[in-house]
Nanobody, 129 residues
Framework: QVQLVESGGGVVQPGGSLTLTCSASGLSLWNYRVAWFRQAPGKEREGISCITVTNDNRFYADPVRGRFAISRDAARNLVSLQMNSLKPDDTAIYFC??????????????????????WGQGTQVTVSS
């Protein structure tokens, strides 16, 4: 049975940092394109970062580029999202998602969420003073 589990969420002050982790069971993440999405109250789910299987290419949405970093640890079968310089607008539930794809690119806009077959349950990130 495939399961993705996010961890690392919490409450942090503006300007602070958090690292989210997406752990997998039932599949090997090094063989999957993995993305992070987030959904704030009253807003649509948005893609914020993804990492491809081919070359571990990394992509970021404009609101997080330069502040967030996605990485893959094949040995531990997990994907992390390092989040720095957090802002109140980053407050949301963060989800990781995976799809078996060897594409060297990934999209974060439009119907990107529909491309992913496996999803975690989400972890809450709250940025507040």
């Amino acid at each position: 049975q495939v399961q993705l589990v996010e961890s690392g969420g919490g409450v942090v002050q503006p300007g602070g940092s958090l690292t989210l982790t997406c752990s997998a069971s039932g599949l090997s993440l090094w063989n999957y394109r993995v993305a992070w999405f987030r959904q704030a109250p009253g807003k649509e789910r948005e893609g914020i970062s993804c990492i491809t299987v081919t070359n571990d290419n990394r992509f970021y949405a404009d609101p997080v580029r330069g502040r967030f970093a996605i990485s893959r640890d094949a040995a531990r079968n997990l994907v992390s999202l390092q989040m720095n310089s957090l802002k109140p607008d980053d407050t949301a539930i963060y989800f990781c998602a995976a799809v078996a794809s060897f594409s060297s690119t990934c999209t974060l806009v439009g119907g990107a969420a529909a491309e992913y077959d496996y999803w975690g349950q989400g972890t809450q990130v709250t940025v507040s003073s």
